[in-house]
């Protein structure tokens, strides 16, 4: 299976380890990643604040992009995901706004977007395309942990969850537990936790990331798994912060779900060794 590969807005950045274990992860099940070398930022959802048009012309020239290769995109951020997939979808439903979109890109790259690469997440070509029997055949390490999936709210739109459901997701969970793991529900799994305004309104981040961190954890979770990277910066790096400013219980070993797989599937043992440590200690 050939994809054309987007790290997203922080995955070769403040989130390293996530790159680091993508590419063992896809090697395994004979997923080969095409980098697009002239990809750009997505916005992030926070350009749109300022210019919905610049945030739709940037996935659009990904898109783009990935379509000269023949290839639809690929990317392991929820965050991501959605905005290639909602400009897709608004350039699919307005052709007006599509040809100006094209118009724009074309004069600035020489290329444009006609609609036949669309956007996936890491979690729907796993379940979907490689197939959970597959995943629970690679697997080394069983991760024998009470484990919550976080999906946050962006994939979870109609249409950009792929054939999971919109409303009562389970793909994270059907993951977990060919892993090996044992997945934990709450009621917080697609609730926001304000990753974009982080930057503008951090006191309201904060209490939304709390709120989901806490839920989590009373519900019997060891272990958080992000399907974001976006979020899991959130989740992961401001927890303390979180809890500090909420009173809140919010400590939690958080990880993303490149690095669970990978850890699954037997690289870097050193790091799930690291991690069980942080789950006897923090997680219960």
Do not use: W
Not at 23 to 34: A, D, E, R
Not at 150 to 160: A, E, L, R, T, V
């Amino acid at each position: 299976m050939r994809v054309a590969y987007y790290p997203g807005n922080v995955a070769r950045g403040a989130m390293m380890e996530i790159e680091d274990c993508i590419q063992p992860l896809c090697k395994s099940l004979g997923i080969t990643l095409v980098e697009i070398p002239k990809a750009t930022s997505d916005g992030g959802n926070i350009i749109r604040q300022a210019s919905t048009r610049l945030q739709h012309a940037l996935a659009a020239r990904n898109l783009a992009l990935a379509e000269q290769k023949g290839l639809d995109i690929m990317t392991s951020c929820a965050t991501s995901h959605s905005i290639h997939c909602d400009t897709a979808t608004t350039m699919a439903a307005d052709a007006v706004l599509a040809a100006q979109l094209n118009n724009l890109i074309a004069r600035s790259s020489g290329i444009e977007y006609m609609g036949e690469s669309k956007s996936r997440h890491l979690l729907h070509v796993l379940v979907e395309d490689i197939g959970l029997d597959k995943i629970n055949a690679a697997v080394v390490n069983p991760l024998d942990m009470n484990i919550a999936g976080y999906y946050g709210p962006y994939m979870q739109q109609d249409g950009f969850c792929s054939e999971d459901d919109a409303f009562n997701p389970h793909y994270l969970e059907d993951l977990i537990t060919a892993l090996g793991g044992t997945p934990v529900e709450y009621e917080s799994k697609c609730q926001s936790v304000g990753a974009p305004s982080l930057l503008t309104n951090e006191k309201i981040a904060m209490k939304m990331t709390a709120a989901v961190l806490s839920d989590a954890k009373q519900s019997g979770a060891e272990l958080m798994v992000s399907a974001c990277t976006i979020s899991h910066a959130n989740l992961d790096s401001y927890q303390v912060k979180a809890g500090k400013m909420t009173g809140k219980d919010t400590k939690m070993p958080v990880v993303h779900l490149a690095e669970l797989v990978a850890f699954a599937f037997g690289h870097f043992p050193d790091r799930l060794a690291q991690l069980i440590t942080r789950v006897k200690v923090i997680g219960g």
